[in-house]
């Protein structure tokens, strides 16, 4: 699974941006998708998850009611909406596939997916 994220950019703290993952590779259907993000001289950290079923949902306590996570397997496309958005959001932010769930497990650490994207900034400025 080859995956693609785009739509980083600058944005006010308050506003708004989403976020897709395209993904190329006939198996995208039966991964389960994470997105993570990263701000300088920090790990990385979970962001999101939805199981590749699409029935389930998971987020980090820091963006729950403010990011929403959805996914379009049809056209092999994962989508980050983020609201609300603070300037400690501010991050490169990256999705993962992982194709070692059932159709609705998801996993919150990094170390369960196998496949990354190249990443897309975010800057929230205040």
């Known amino acids: 699974v080859q995956l693609v994220e785009s739509g980083g950019g600058l944005v006010q703290a308050g506003g708004l941006l989403r976020l897709p993952c395209a993904a190329s590779?006939?198996?995208?259907?039966?991964?389960?998708i994470g997105w993570f993000r990263q701000a300088p001289g920090n790990e990385r950290e979970f962001v999101a998850a939805?199981?590749?079923?699409?029935?389930?949902?998971y987020y980090a306590n820091r963006v729950k009611g403010r990011f929403t996570i959805s996914r379009d397997n049809a056209k092999n496309t994962v989508y980050l909406q983020m609201n609300s958005l603070k300037p400690e959001d501010t991050a490169v932010y990256y999705c993962?596939?992982?194709?070692?769930?059932?159709?609705?497990?998801?996993?919150?650490?990094?170390?369960?997916?196998?496949?990354w994207g190249q990443g897309t900034q975010v800057t929230v400025s205040s």
């Open positions: 993962a596939a992982d194709p070692n769930r059932s159709p609705t497990e998801v996993a919150d650490t990094k170390y369960e997916y196998d496949y």
């Open positions: 590779g006939r198996t995208f259907s039966s991964n389960a």
């Open positions: 939805i199981s590749w079923g699409g029935s389930s949902t």
